[in-house]
């Protein structure tokens, strides 16, 4: 090849590049799009496009209550956790390199899940309070299993091993804070276990979506940075990003997007881990992963409290649907990295 | 090795006695503090008075505890040794929740009652998922790594607890009956379900005892092993299905309890050394004392409520897990 | 290519550094000749990777400074450094996936602000980078499909992209045969030809340091032994203080510069 047609063969990979990512996220966010319309429409019977507008307008002869009190919050509640979860998931692979070491395997899930259980229950918080300590929580856990797995040598496998372990006690201290719960149904305990939308109201989305914006747009902030992360934390400070600084904001913004979502709805199981795995799949090595992972996420959460909803011969709140999809999906994750003998 | 086999008989003489203060605690501690009186006449049957009833009940209770936790004990102490890996439990290997998976389907499905049945799917679906996490876990190079087989094993734990819930939570009937059972509890115990259980019981000790001349020699790895005349691989599976046949009796029996399997193994050898004809039945001995002690501590902790065994031993051993991970510079870490 | 490098003035002065409590290197004063090709030697865990590191700003030292024209690179922001000083890490790792061209690219990183879109000198920087290692004709190609000479030599790429004055490297010939070690080194010196860029690398061989070297500099227990030309460097003595072995140096029949030839055990005439 002579330098003219390297040129022209790199400007035109930019552009299809450019084109692909254009296209792949426009189609998701109409994915996205439709299943919104799917769930505010369709339940038990569907309603007809029209009475939909009228519905959400207002009017007086549409079924206002079915529309805005009961579907509206679901929708809006699965769309910013999905959200959360999808971006909140990627920038931790992203930034540790490895698919295993989303928030729901290493256990940031489990601490905002118990410390939610824990502030409602014991201490009777509500409201923001609630996603303040799930915050707070996470990042010590965060803080808590870098501390225990920081070692000289291969940390990458040490912290996914420590992560479940943290796991497993923090869900035991749900458990235990549900028993002393004065009505513990089974319905709530659900909700903290695996994850549910089920009796969304809209002042559970508005500090999601508060969440969603902040801290969002920290991680847009630092996206760049996060990308040239993944040459090695040599190689990127070579490139002039501070591995450490870059590593702290993404840590806060991924704990704050998804200790938001968890108190709002449970941590709803391996939404977080499943998105960016998917998402590198539809973007292929181009940009774009990260929100394309967070649109992903709203698609799971969507689709998975419709098919729990209306699919099955029975209800199953969403964590349920997402977990049964999930673990075979990890199995297989599991199977193809031992397969090439490589770094997951 | 006279030392050697002195200081083990002084180790399993002390197991016992711990196992029988064990024993003593759990029978005098409880959600009720009753008088010595009354707790002298629950034990001899005489059952006149509230304090002696709940002491009664604390007896098949307490033997439970000590039967589930010995067979969880060895069943860990043999799960390591076969796969050298030092991060090996039935809980963490999902095998747990394997039995537990073909338990509950076999209640919800299939209307399955009796005692002896629930052991037979207990056991079929902890080989099963024995099996199938160990092929997951041995998929390419190196082996079936610490890492790997750990990963495998949450998985498969998290995929048959969303199927246990997709399973159960249609059908009101069942659900208050199997959450209990599932989160790992020795409290609803009847000398009725313990007693099918024995003979099971003791042909997985005895597989389990049978395969410790293997155990030690795979300790030096598969071609040394080979290399002093053992044949490796049905060295394996008789020890495999001693390690099974235990676990799935005590998930029958109590539902998924994790750790003890982890945690035990790891105490014993520091006190008992790494010779698993000495390693299991201390293994059994340590299991029976963890499990009976975390039953009395969930006793207390949650009072007028109780905790679940299950719970104790998580909240327990998830640190000793984390400390092992620590500690150990694994293959694959 | 068509930018020629700024003569840059890189020095250590009274340099500790190590990891943790550990300290490695102690009291190293240096002066990097601008321009040259400087080779830093010594046996394992003498401290070259860690001097390396240090005066790549990646290590905080313990104590003493390193200057770049005369500021401290540990204060200046590390996009600026990076502007100017390159690193190619001992085993960077590469997302993946990623196609060459777009791991080339990756090197402009330190010239675009953070709404900055891709320019045309950036294009023409990852277009240089790519015909001087001659890795044009697998620009489109995956990193992973490449062998282990080309994908050194793609990493090199990378850090010719972000067309610094200096380019330090850690050992970029381990884990090549020796057909593409001697590949990787001519590309550097071509470039430092080309475009005067100062090169300071960590060589594990101790003959291709001397060749391919202007500037050598023997490390011993994380000090610095002796420096210079090769020629002065390069003694049995030295050999046996750095490495702990009886040696000769003959002259190198290619190059005519001295070539050391280690003395063993067993195998030799000289007894």
């Known amino acids: 090849m002579s330098a003219a047609e390297v040129h022209m063969a790199?400007?035109?990979?930019?552009?299809?590049?450019?084109?692909?990512?254009?296209?792949?996220?426009?189609?998701?966010?109409?994915?996205?799009?439709?299943?919104?319309?799917?769930?505010?429409?369709?339940?038990?019977?569907?309603?007809?496009?029209?009475?939909?507008?009228?519905?959400?307008?207002?009017?007086?002869d549409a079924p206002g209550f079915i529309v805005n009190d009961l579907r509206l919050p679901r929708a809006a509640l699965s769309l910013v956790t999905g959200l959360c979860f999808g971006l909140g998931g990627v920038a931790f692979q992203v930034m540790l390199r490895n698919p295993l070491a989303s928030p729901d395997i290493i256990g940031i899930s489990a601490s905002a899940g118990a410390a939610a259980v824990f502030a409602i229950v014991i201490l009777s918080f509500d409201g923001w309070v609630v996603s303040a300590v799930a915050v707070v929580s996470g990042l010590v856990v965060v803080v808590m299993i870098w501390a225990l797995s920081s070692r000289r040598g291969a940390a990458g496998a040490r912290l996914i091993l420590i992560g479940i372990g943290v796991s497993a006690m923090l869900d035991s201290v749900t458990a235990y804070v549900l028993l002393e719960a004065p009505a513990w149904d089974r319905a709530e305990a659900m909700r903290w276990l695996t994850g549910s939308v089920n009796g969304a109201q809209m002042g559970q989305v508005w500090p999601v979506l508060g969440a969603l914006v902040v801290f969002g747009g920290l991680l847009a902030a630092v996206s760049r940075d996060l990308d040239i992360l993944r040459l090695g934390d040599d190689a990127a400070q070579a490139l002039g990003v501070r591995a450490d600084g870059t590593r702290l904001r993404v840590t806060v913004a991924a704990v704050g997007l998804v200790a938001f979502a968890t108190s709002a709805a449970g941590p709803i199981s391996f939404v977080a881990f499943l998105s960016g795995p998917i998402a590198a799949r539809v973007m292929g090595p181009s940009r774009g992963l990260l929100p394309a992972a967070g649109l992903i996420g709203a698609v799971l959460v969507l689709a998975g409290d419709y098919v729990g909803q209306f699919m099955l011969p029975y209800r199953l709140p969403v964590g349920v649907v997402t977990g049964a999809v999930g673990a075979p999906f990890l199995l297989y994750l599991i199977v193809r990295t031992n397969r090439n003998g490589g770094t997951i | 090795m006279t030392f050697g086999r002195s200081s083990a008989l002084f180790g399993l003489s002390g197991g016992v006695v711990l196992v029988l203060a064990t024993v003593f605690l759990s029978l005098v501690i409880g959600a009720r503090s009753v008088p010595w009186a009354e707790i002298w006449q629950g034990l001899n049957g005489q059952i006149d008075s509230i304090g002696a009833a709940a002491v009664a009940v604390r007896v098949p209770r307490t033997v439970l505890a000590v039967l589930a936790g010995a067979a969880l004990g060895i069943s860990g102490a043999v799960m390591q040794g076969i796969t050298r890996n030092p991060l090996a439990d039935p809980g963490i290997l999902g095998v747990n929740a394997g039995a537990a998976l073909f338990v509950v389907v076999g209640i919800a499905w299939f209307n399955i009652s009796g005692a002896a049945t629930f052991l037979w799917l207990g056991i079929a679906g902890a080989g099963c998922a024995a099996v199938f996490v160990y092929a997951i876990g041995s998929v390419g190079?190196?082996?079936?790594?610490?890492?790997?087989?750990?990963?495998?094993?949450?998985?498969?734990?998290?995929?048959?607890?969303?199927?246990?819930?997709?399973?159960?939570?249609?059908?009101?009937?069942?659900?208050?009956?199997?959450?209990?059972?599932?989160?790992?509890?020795?409290?609803?115990?009847?000398?009725?379900?313990?007693?099918?259980?024995?003979?099971?019981?003791?042909?997985?000790?005895?597989?389990?005892?049978?395969?410790?001349?293997?155990?030690?020699?795979?300790?030096?790895?598969?071609?040394?092993?080979?290399?002093?005349?053992?044949?490796?691989?049905?060295?394996?599976?008789?020890?495999?299905?001693?390690?099974?046949?235990?676990?799935?009796?005590?998930?029958?029996?109590?539902?998924?309890?994790?750790?003890?399997?982890?945690?035990?193994?790891?105490?014993?050898?520091?006190?008992?050394?790494?010779?698993?004809?000495?390693?299991?039945?201390?293994?059994?001995?340590?299991?029976?004392?963890?499990?009976?002690?975390?039953?009395?501590?969930?006793?207390?902790?949650?009072?007028?409520?109780?905790?679940?065994?299950?719970?104790?031993?998580?909240?327990?051993?998830?640190?000793?897990?984390?400390?092992?991970?620590?500690?150990?510079?694994?293959?694959?870490? | 290519?068509?930018?020629?490098?700024?003569?840059?003035?890189?020095?250590?002065?009274?340099?500790?550094?190590g990891y943790d409590r550990r300290t490695i290197l102690e009291d190293v004063s240096l002066e990097v000749p601008a321009g040259k090709i400087t080779a830093i030697v010594g046996g394992n865990a003498c401290g070259k990777s860690t001097l390396l590191?240090?005066?790549?700003?990646?290590?905080?030292?313990?104590?003493?400074?390193?200057?770049?024209?005369?500021?401290?690179?540990?204060?200046?922001?590390?996009?600026?450094?990076?502007?100017?000083?390159?690193?190619?890490?001992?085993?960077?790792?590469?997302?993946?996936?990623?196609?060459?061209?777009?791991?080339?690219?990756?090197?402009?990183?330190?010239?675009?602000?953070?709404?900055?879109?891709?320019?045309a000198a950036d294009?023409?920087?990852?277009?240089?980078?790519?015909?001087?290692?001659?890795?044009?004709?697998?620009?489109?190609?995956?990193?992973?499909?490449?062998?282990?000479?080309?994908?050194?030599?793609?990493?090199?790429?990378?850090?010719?992209?972000?067309?610094?004055?200096?380019?330090?490297?850690?050992?970029?010939?381990?884990?090549?045969?020796?057909?593409?070690?001697?590949?990787?080194?001519?590309?550097?010196?071509?470039?430092?030809?080309?475009?005067?860029?100062?090169?300071?690398?960590?060589?594990?061989?101790?003959?291709?340091?001397?060749r391919y070297a202007d500037h050598l500099v023997a490390l011993a227990d994380g000090r610095i032994h002796s420096e210079g030309a090769p020629e002065a460097v390069l003694t049995e003595d030295m050999v046996r203080a750095v490495f702990g072995l009886e040696c000769r140096i003959q002259r190198d029949p290619i190059s005519g510069g001295p070539s050391m030839v280690p003395i063993g055990r067993h195998k030799s005439q000289l007894a």
């Open chain 3, 1 to 17: 290519m068509n930018v020629m490098a700024k003569a840059r003035q890189l020095t250590a002065q009274e340099l500790s550094a």
């Open chain 3, 123 to 210: 294009d023409r920087a990852v277009e240089a980078a790519l015909e001087a290692t001659g890795t044009r004709a697998f620009a489109e190609r995956e990193l992973d499909t490449l062998s282990g000479g080309q994908r050194q030599r793609v990493w090199i790429a990378m850090a010719l992209a972000q067309e610094t004055d200096v380019l330090l490297l850690d050992e970029p010939t381990t884990f090549l045969d020796v057909a593409h070690q001697i590949e990787v080194l001519d590309l550097l010196v071509d470039m430092n030809l080309a475009r005067g860029t100062t090169v300071v690398m960590v060589l594990h061989d101790l003959n291709l340091a001397v």
């Open chain 1, 10 to 60: 790199l400007a035109g990979r930019r552009q299809r590049e450019g084109r692909r990512v254009v296209l792949a996220l426009g189609g998701l966010v109409a994915l996205v799009f439709c299943l919104v319309f799917l769930t505010l429409s369709c339940g038990r019977g569907c309603l007809a496009p029209a009475d939909l507008m009228a519905a959400l307008l207002g009017h007086e």
């Open chain 2, 141 to 333: 190079q190196g082996g079936a790594t610490p890492l790997k087989l750990t990963l495998a094993g949450t998985a498969t734990s998290i995929a048959a607890s969303a199927f246990i819930i997709a399973v159960v939570l249609p059908r009101n009937d069942i659900a208050g009956n199997v959450q209990a059972w599932q989160v790992g509890g020795v409290g609803g115990a009847r000398f009725q379900t313990i007693l099918p259980a024995l003979p099971f019981a003791l042909v997985g000790l005895l597989l389990s005892l049978a395969s410790a001349r293997i155990l030690n020699a795979l300790a030096l790895g598969e071609e040394l092993a080979a290399g002093l005349g053992q044949n490796v691989a049905l060295g394996r599976i008789v020890a495999a299905a001693g390690a099974i046949v235990l676990c799935g009796v005590a998930t029958a029996l109590c539902g998924p309890i994790g750790f003890v399997g982890l945690v035990v193994p790891h105490l014993c050898r520091l006190t008992g050394g790494i010779d698993h004809r000495v390693l299991i039945p201390m293994a059994g001995l340590g299991g029976a004392v963890l499990l009976g002690l975390a039953d009395v501590a969930g006793r207390i902790v949650a009072r007028p409520n109780e905790l679940d065994v299950g719970i104790v031993t998580a909240f327990v051993g998830a640190p000793f897990f984390i400390w092992t991970v620590r500690r150990h510079r694994m293959r694959g870490l």
């Open chain 3, 53 to 119: 590191r240090t005066l790549a700003r990646i290590l905080q030292p313990k104590g003493g400074s390193v200057l770049l024209d005369g500021k401290a690179v540990h204060q200046m922001p590390s996009r600026a450094v990076a502007q100017v000083m390159g690193l190619l890490p001992q085993s960077p790792i590469a997302p993946e996936g990623i196609t060459v061209s777009d791991l080339v690219g990756r090197g402009r990183h330190p010239h675009q602000g953070l709404f900055s879109r891709w320019s």
